[in-house]
C-alpha cells in the first residue's frame, strides 16, 4: 500500500513539475485545476484510509 502511495506522489509531482514548467498558457490553464483536484481527492482517500485502519486494531 505505501509503494502504491510513493507511486501516486511521484507521478502527481512530475504532473505538477510539466504542467508549471514546460506546459503552454492553454494547458497550464486546463491542467492546473484537473492535477490540484486529484492531489485533493488522493489526500483525502488517504488520510479516511489511515483514520479507518487506526480505527480497526
Same mark, same amino acid.
Given at each position: ?5 510513493? !507511486? /501516486?506522489?511521484?507521478v502527481?509531482?512530475? !504532473?505538477? !513539475?510539466?504542467?508549471?514548467? /514546460? %506546459? ?10 484537473v492535477?490540484? *483536484?486529484?492531489?485533493?481527492?488522493? !489526500?483525502? %482517500? *488517504?488520510?479516511r #484510509? #489511515?483514520?479507518?485502519? *487506526?480505527r480497526?486494531?
Amino acid at each position: 500500500m505505501r509503494l502504491l502511495l510513493v !507511486a /501516486f506522489v511521484l507521478v502527481l509531482t512530475g !504532473a505538477l !513539475a510539466w504542467d508549471g514548467w /514546460f %506546459a503552454s498558457a492553454s494547458q497550464n490553464a486546463t491542467w492546473t485545476p484537473v492535477l490540484v *483536484s486529484i492531489a485533493v481527492v488522493g !489526500a483525502v %482517500a *488517504s488520510g479516511r #484510509r #489511515r483514520s479507518w485502519m *487506526s480505527r480497526s486494531r
